[in-house]
């Protein structure tokens, strides 16, 4: 056995050219694979990143009462202590921010005509942290002043046909139930990936909703933004344990998670990844079509050679574990060679990503085109890829050479 590896290793470096080519025919199939479910990947988890970023944060906390009857948003269930929980909260591990919210239903006018809203209150400072949305944002954020300041979907605003920089009448039910309305000023529009807030959300802060809705400061939700991490895998085990200290700390609170709140959404992505899998098998299978012919025409181009080893003496079953030995060498510097195309990469992708907004034909699709769309790690996908190239070198030796063991020696011989 030693020998006949030996014998082999010299054939695979005696003929550099026909190694390169068997090797390279490998490498590119893979690597291209291993790119491809970065990509599909990462568009996955764009899209997770901006709902998080966008609506969902990565857990959302309220009372039971509040989480029971939340359609109706109503201003009585407000979290006891808020600041004691967000002060907790922001000392755990992995926490990038906390900020209250509070959401309530108004009705937005341009004097000739109305439009139901569902208004959120923030913490103009906190807010930033937890809800990445300034890259979406038209015009400005809110300065603080003392001025009434409002900030609306851009689907929204165009409906009541205003933008940034105009005026418009807000009415809604106070904390105590009574109508009001003023008029304010729109510093901002925000152009989302989220279709319903573009239609149907305005942003007011709590310094002007403490006087418009009688708040008092009420808070309805705390969001908690957790550290992103390249791991999905691992995001999703530090939010969910996170989640469990929260509820530990603060039993009478409900605290729900990004996976609960967006099942649905991500009941779909699931169903993208069933597809893309499917892609990603036509990639392999063409993948395996070009490595097959690359080791069986080289073997094929030895037929001869097998004639001369049978007239040596070698017997069938030496030749064909030489051959496999020689494919084994051919499948491991192609993986190999594979792996670390694939990998260099794929490491570009995950540390400077493919700026989406120089593509037009990303405009109209699910992830944010307007940002950058990052390559995900995937060590299982690097192991069988590297599985799979040697796999296919080694049924690709075994198959012609056995065949090619049991033709007579004469006729190995005379084989052209």
């Not at 709902?51 to 944060?57: K, M, N, P, V």
């Not at 006891?80 to 937005?108: C, K, M, S």
Request: aromatic letters at 10%; charged letters at 20%; one cysteine or more.
């Amino acid at each position: 056995m030693e020998t006949l590896s030996k014998i082999a290793w010299r054939n695979v470096r005696r003929n550099k050219r026909r190694t390169f080519l068997s090797a390279l025919v490998i490498s590119v199939g893979l690597s291209i694979y291993i790119m491809m479910n970065s990509v599909m990947t990462g568009m996955d988890r764009a899209n997770i990143d901006s709902l998080i970023e966008l609506s969902t944060s990565s857990i959302k906390i309220s009372t039971k009462q509040y989480a029971e009857d939340k359609e109706s948003l109503p201003l009585k269930y407000g979290i006891p202590n808020p600041d004691e929980v967000i002060a907790y909260i922001q000392d755990q591990e992995h926490v990038v921010g906390a900020t209250p919210r509070t959401h309530f239903l108004g009705q937005l006018s341009n004097w000739e005509d109305t439009m139901p809203i569902i208004g959120q209150v923030v913490d103009i400072e906190k807010d930033r942290k937890v809800f990445n949305l300034d890259k979406y944002i038209i015009g400005e954020y809110f300065t603080g002043t003392e001025e009434n300041e409002i900030m609306l979907g851009k689907d929204l605003a165009d409906e009541m046909g205003v933008g940034a920089g105009e005026y418009i009448t807000l009415y809604a039910l106070t904390k105590y139930e009574s109508r009001n309305a003023d008029e304010f000023y729109i510093v901002g529009l925000l152009n989302t990936t989220d279709p319903s807030i573009n239609l149907n959300t305005a942003l007011i802060s709590y310094q002007t909703a403490n006087n418009f809705l009688d708040l008092e400061n009420l808070v309805t939700e705390i969001d908690v933004a957790v550290d992103r991490r390249v791991n999905y895998s691992q995001f999703t085990k530090d939010v969910n344990e996170l989640a469990q200290k929260i509820e530990l700390e603060f039993p009478a609170l409900q605290v729900i998670t990004f996976e609960e709140l967006a099942s649905a959404f991500l009941g779909i992505t699931e169903q993208k990844k069933a597809f893309g899998s499917i892609i990603m098998l036509i990639i392999l299978a063409i993948a395996a079509v070009g490595i097959f012919n690359s080791v069986l025409m080289s073997v094929y181009e030895r037929i001869r050679e097998i004639g001369v080893l049978r007239a040596q003496g070698l017997k069938r079953k030496e030749i064909v574990t030489l051959f496999i030995w020689e494919g084994f060498f051919i499948g491991f510097l192609g993986s190999v060679m594979g792996v670390v195309l694939g990998c260099g990469a794929n490491l570009y992708l995950v540390i400077k990503g493919i700026p989406l907004d120089k593509f037009v034909g990303f405009q109209n699709s699910g992830i944010p085109y307007w940002g950058t769309l990052y390559g995900e790690w995937n060590v299982g996908t690097i192991i069988f890829a590297f599985c799979f190239g040697l796999i296919v070198a080694l049924a690709a030796s075994y198959l012609p050479s056995r065949i090619a063991s049991k033709m007579e020696v004469t006729k190995a011989l005379r084989f052209v």
